[in-house]
């Protein structure tokens, strides 16, 4: 797919994940235009003077719960990702109505409005928290998830494709332990919930380059899954702070011992290939269904979940990634 000729638009643009996006798409793959829709005007004025200020760029406020809006902003627009969301899980736990208006039914309305307007491909944003999920940020992407995929089904005769990317934690994003165990530090004391505890991780730029190339490669209906490595927690906090006291506080309410990227009910539809998992569509009735001819069919009973994973990083490794994250931070620049 060819990105310099296409209008692109990115829900909850001004997001962490949003930013790089864009500033990945400005650099390499110079499509028409940019819109960045987020409902916050001053995050729109920060990330503007902060050097987003292209002239393919478009500043477009909205809320993904006011379909009217979506409607406005998805006018000539090819190709949407789908970030925006509510994702701090106790907020989300307090706040239960609130997370359900924008993850399950601003969802809804982009996926109406995609399909209204012409929109040709919308790629959504999930997390390893929607599979067997405990919480209820889990449970609302997990239902975003199964209105996307099922959108695809009301695409009939239309060009309209809704596919689902799907990873892990993404270091030192917005809301990631990482800035909280470098603040933690500095006290010399991080608190970890379980000693036991064990997460994927991916980076933000890792992120972005899948969901870009989950975009160019869609059918419709698929879930994009890539292969991405484990660490403990407690090695994660080893390596940001090597000579702080780590103080294991017990488990929160929502909060999984590991994730799991795959259920074992998926992997019996899911395609692996040489770096991701693709879990087609449980029906058959529209597409999504023809990757088995590109890789191979998971055995019976996998399962891809942090702490079964045969990827895992060790705090060096921890370290190196963690190290960039750490120069913003004490520049003042992680927001």
Excluded at 7 to 26: E, P
Excluded at 91 to 98: L, W
Excluded at 187 to 194: I, L, N, Q, W, Y
Aim: hydrophobic share 40%.
């Amino acid at each position: 797919m060819e990105w310099t000729n296409k209008v692109v638009l990115v829900t909850g643009g001004t997001g962490s994940f949003g930013k790089k996006f864009i500033r990945v798409m400005l650099n390499e793959y110079h499509p028409a235009k940019i819109i960045v829709f987020s409902r916050d005007e001053l995050k729109q004025h920060e990330m503007r003077v902060a050097g987003y200020d292209d002239p393919t760029l478009r500043y477009f406020i909205g809320d993904i719960r006011d379909e009217k809006r979506l409607l406005r902003a998805f006018d000539g627009v090819d190709i949407v990702i789908h970030a925006a969301a509510l994702k701090q899980v106790p907020a989300c736990e307090y706040n239960p109505m609130e997370a359900i208006k924008t993850n399950i039914l601003g969802s809804s309305n982009v996926l109406d409005a995609a399909i209204d307007v012409g929109v040709k491909r919308v790629v959504a944003l999930s997390t390893d928290k929607a599979v067997n999920p405990v919480n209820l940020y889990g449970a609302t992407k997990l239902a975003a998830e199964k209105l996307i995929i099922q959108s695809n089904s009301y695409a009939a005769g239309k060009d309209a494709r809704f596919s689902c990317v799907r990873y892990g934690n993404v270091v030192g994003s917005r809301g990631s332990v990482v800035p909280v165990f470098l603040k933690q530090r500095e006290s010399g004391r991080v608190t970890v919930t379980d000693d036991r505890m064990t997460r994927f991780w991916i980076s933000l730029e890792q992120g972005v380059r899948f969901v870009i190339r989950a975009a160019e490669n869609m059918h419709g209906g698929e879930v994009f899954v890539p292969k991405i490595p484990s660490m403990t927690v407690i090695d994660l906090a080893r390596a940001i702070a090597p000579k702080a006291k780590i103080d294991i506080v017990g488990i929160r309410p929502g909060e999984k011992l590991h994730e799991v990227l795959i259920s074992d009910d998926e992997a019996r539809q899911t395609v692996e290939l040489s770096d991701m998992y693709v879990v087609q569509p449980a029906e058959s009735l529209w597409f999504g269904r023809d990757w088995e001819s590109k890789g191979k069919m998971l055995p019976e009973g996998f399962r891809f979940a942090s702490n079964t994973n045969d990827q895992w990083l060790n705090v060096d490794q921890i370290s190196q990634i963690i190290a960039p994250i750490e120069a913003d931070y004490l520049a003042g620049k992680l927001g």
